[in-house]
């Protein structure tokens, strides 16, 4: 498996605008602020979030592979600093934007479009965008820098779908920043506790982006989950409703081990229920999805709600 050593990030390239800008996110918001002519062109654009583990890279790149499979031009970005996404896409760890940017000074104009965008299974064009080093950074400057990069080279033109992965449950403003380019944002559940409680706080964070952007909330997918009894007890109190369910199996433990995508996996039954969940998911999100309005809990309460009676 190919990997590259993270480089450092110039602190003088990280630096981020407050709420002083003329585009406030909600009350106390301190969220970076992106170019607002940063625009992703005709594609649908979806922001995939949930508690760190729960499974975003590998829903991310099954479902980039189920709107391939649909005839879609797709860009996955990884927005996470491990640059983990795609590699089940790609086969290997590829660099990052930052880390590209940094090898020509930050002088994008000298890159070519194969330095930063990586070919992967089926036609998935990827992207890593990468992060600042630990506590020196905020991960929106790396977002707004692959947009822009994007953009210069003309790759978001006759791109069909854009699927941003991003980092945990971090809400702060930085890794919030992919919601100001989305259409919809996704949320990836288990049926458990820390994974919902993780939920809410996203759920949160969306509202406070969609006052501002178009951004909505599409909808959740449980994963790694037999049961929804939890999930959708949640769903229920807030106003969400689950677009996708996939159950624990030992196939998409074994397609990451594999740096294979489910659709790559043989085709025994268990593999083509799961292959025919995301494809059924990709032609919904593609034919349009209403968007939904959530209202987050407080913490006691969903300590209150969740759990067996």
């Known amino acids: 498996m190919n990997t590259v050593?993270?480089?450092?990030?110039?602190?003088?390239?990280?630096?981020?605008?407050?709420?002083g800008s003329s585009r406030n996110d909600g009350e106390g918001s301190?969220?970076?602020?992106?170019?607002?002519?940063?625009?992703?062109?005709t594609a649908k654009v979806f922001a995939v979030y949930g508690k760190g583990g729960i499974g975003k890279s590998t829903t991310s790149s099954n479902l980039s592979v189920a709107f391939s499979k649909l005839g879609k031009r797709v860009l996955q970005i990884g927005c996470d600093p491990k640059h983990d996404s795609t590699f089940t896409l790609t086969k290997c760890l590829v660099p990052t934007v930052?880390?590209?940017?940094?090898?020509?000074?930050?002088?994008s104009e000298e890159l070519r479009t194969e330095d930063f965008v990586f070919p992967g299974y089926n036609g998935v064009m990827c992207v890593e965008a990468g992060g600042p080093p630990?506590?020196?950074?905020?991960?929106?400057?790396v977002v707004g820098q692959t947009v822009k990069l994007l953009k210069e080279h003309h790759l978001l033109e006759d791109t069909d779908v854009v699927i941003f992965d991003v980092l945990g449950d971090v809400v702060c403003g930085g890794f919030a920043a992919p919601l100001q380019h989305a259409d919809r944002a996704l949320i990836v559940t288990a049926n458990d506790f820390d994974s919902i409680f993780a939920m809410n706080r996203i759920v949160a964070?969306?509202?406070a982006k969609s006052k501002n952007y178009k951004v909505r909330l599409g909808g959740v997918i449980?994963?790694?989950s037999a049961a929804t009894d939890q999930i959708d007890r949640f769903n229920e109190r807030v106003g969400l409703k689950t677009m996708a369910q996939f159950r624990d199996l030992d196939v998409i433990r074994r397609s990451r081990l594999k740096k294979s995508t489910l659709f790559e996996?043989?085709?025994?039954?268990?593999?083509?229920e799961v292959q025919q969940e995301y494809m059924r998911l990709a032609a919904s999100l593609w034919a349009g999805t209403d968007p939904l309005i959530a209202e987050p809990m407080k913490d006691r309460d969903i300590f209150d709600l969740l759990g067996f009676d």
């Open 98 to 107: 930052i880390d590209i940017l940094e090898t020509v000074d930050f002088h």
């Open 222 to 224: 449980a994963n790694r």
């Open 134 to 141: 630990a506590g020196t950074g905020c991960g929106g400057y």
């Open 265 to 272: 996996m043989d085709d025994s039954p268990e593999v083509l």
């Open 5 to 19: 050593t993270t480089t450092h990030v110039p602190l003088s390239a990280l630096k981020t605008r407050n709420s």
């Open 205 to 207: 964070a969306i509202q």
């Open 30 to 41: 301190v969220q970076v602020h992106l170019d607002p002519s940063l625009k992703l062109g």
